[in-house]
């Protein structure tokens, strides 16, 4: 028997909705996974952020508390680490996010003097990664075919020290109003060695770095976007 169409929608929603939302959970660097929350603050909560104006869009935050990590991972400059996304803590590859929530993918850094404790709000951010929509292809589905891994390059020309490593993901599924559109990133605490220090990134501000109505979040992504996806965030820096 069919369902009428209301309800066949309500009964999809509710399907799709089982393995909706997403979590940055563990880092991968140079072939070593390290556990779960290990230098990377966790919520127990998977929802998202969607107030681009709030503090908590730096490293995520209530209504979904993050847990304090007294890890700093270390990572080679110039070399390639893995953000592990899956939809709960207790998750597999194979449930990483609904792939109804299709949208981009990046990554920050945030040069700090105390990784554990800096809280990541405000300036001096830069951006190491920005992907978007190639030919029909959403950089959340790669990330989803991968089982989870969101490969990102650490560039080898920042300065050595202590930062904040920012990774996210962006569902643009309910994106066509104001509000809509569902962020989700954690902070990793990484030491990086090795960097020859040359950069001069853009800094950006967390919160500030995306207005409330760039037309890469107030997006209508099932209208065919016949002008193309404008990816939100700063300049990618490149060394």
Same mark, same amino acid.
Not at 51 to 63: Q, T
Not at 93 to 103: A, E, F, I, L, T
Not at 208 to 231: D, E, K, R
């Given at each position: 028997?069919?369902?009428?169409?209301?309800?066949?929608?309500?009964?999809?929603?509710?399907?799709?909705?089982?393995?909706?939302?997403?979590?940055?959970?563990?880092?991968?660097?140079?072939?070593?996974?390290?556990?779960?929350?290990?230098?990377?603050?966790?919520?127990?909560?998977?929802?998202?952020?969607?107030?681009?104006?709030?503090?908590?869009? !730096?490293?995520?935050?209530?209504?979904?508390?993050?847990?304090?990590s007294p890890h700093i991972i270390p990572v080679k400059a110039g070399s390639d680490v893995k953000a592990i996304w899956r939809h709960t803590l207790d998750?597999?590859?194979?449930?990483?996010?609904?792939?109804?929530?299709?949208?981009?993918?990046?990554?920050?850094?945030?040069?700090?003097?105390?990784?554990?404790?800096?809280?990541?709000?405000?300036?001096?951010w830069f951006n190491i990664q920005k992907k978007g929509l190639e030919g029909s292809v959403w950089a959340t589905d790669e990330v989803i075919k991968s089982?989870?891994?969101?490969?990102?390059?650490?560039?080898?020309?920042?300065?050595?020290?202590?930062?904040?490593?920012? !990774?996210?993901?962006?569902?643009?599924?309910?994106?066509?109003?104001?509000?809509? !559109?569902?962020?989700?990133?954690?902070? !990793?605490?990484?030491?990086?060695?090795?960097?020859?220090?040359?950069?001069?990134?853009?800094?950006?501000?967390?919160?500030?770095?995306?207005?409330?109505?760039?037309?890469?979040?107030?997006?209508?992504?099932?209208?065919?976007?016949?002008?193309?996806?404008?990816?939100?965030?700063?300049?990618?820096?490149?060394?």
């Open positions: 028997m069919k369902l009428p169409l209301a309800l066949n929608l309500v009964a999809t929603g509710l399907l799709s909705g089982v393995s909706a939302h997403t979590i940055f959970l563990q880092l991968n660097v140079d072939g070593t996974t390290y556990d779960i929350g290990h230098g990377v603050r966790v919520p127990t909560y998977d929802g998202p952020q969607t107030n681009v104006n709030a503090d908590v869009m !730096a490293c995520n935050g209530p209504p979904n508390p993050t847990t304090p998750s597999g590859p194979g449930d990483v996010m609904d792939p109804s929530h299709k949208g981009p993918v990046l990554a920050y850094l945030k040069k700090v003097d105390d990784a554990t404790s800096d809280p990541g709000t405000g300036a001096g089982g989870g891994e969101q490969v990102i390059h650490i560039p080898a020309c920042i300065e050595d020290g202590q930062y904040l490593l920012r !990774a996210e993901m962006i569902a643009l599924h309910g994106a066509g109003s104001p509000g809509g !559109a569902q962020f989700y990133m954690e902070c !990793a605490q990484i030491e990086v060695t090795g960097g020859s220090g040359s950069a001069k990134p853009e800094l950006v501000s967390i919160p500030g770095v995306y207005p409330a109505n760039h037309p890469g979040i107030v997006v209508n992504i099932y209208s065919g976007l016949s002008n193309g996806y404008q990816t939100p965030g700063s300049a990618t820096l490149e060394c």
